[in-house]
């Protein structure tokens, strides 16, 4: 059975940084995607940034310049460094991990940005 489980949410000031980790396991390929999602309360989820095994990375156009994310490729797990945080950014930041049509999640992890 796969499972996804995240690390580093918390609450930290506006200008603030957060690093979240995520660990698959149960899984005996590498995925070729690796990434991460969040969703703010009342909206939908949302991309912040995936990463492929080969390290192209795509990041939500809103977002670039102030997250980063990282893996590597070898393995089945993947950070993300978030810098300059604002409140907007507050949300739960799940995991994701793709295997052809198949979609794997983590739990969550909440992130909250205090002004």
């Known amino acids: 059975q796969v499972q996804l489980v995240e690390s580093g949410g918390g609450l930290v000031q506006a200008g603030g940084s957060l690093r979240l980790s995520c660990a698959a396991s149960g899984f005996l390929a590498v995925f070729p995607n690796m990434g991460w999602y969040r969703q703010a309360p009342g909206k939908q989820r949302e991309l912040v940034a995936v990463?492929?095994?080969?390290?192209?990375?795509n990041y939500a156009d809103s977002l670039k310049g102030r997250f980063t994310i990282f893996r590597d490729g070898t393995k089945n797990a993947v950070n993300l460094q978030m810098n300059s945080l604002k409140p907007e950014d507050t949300a739960v930041y799940y995991c994701?991990?793709?295997?052809?049509?198949?979609?794997?999640w983590g739990q969550g992890t909440q992130g909250t940005v205090s002004s």
């Open positions: 994701n991990a793709k295997w052809g049509a198949s979609d794997y």
């Open positions: 990463v492929t095994s080969d390290g192209i990375k």
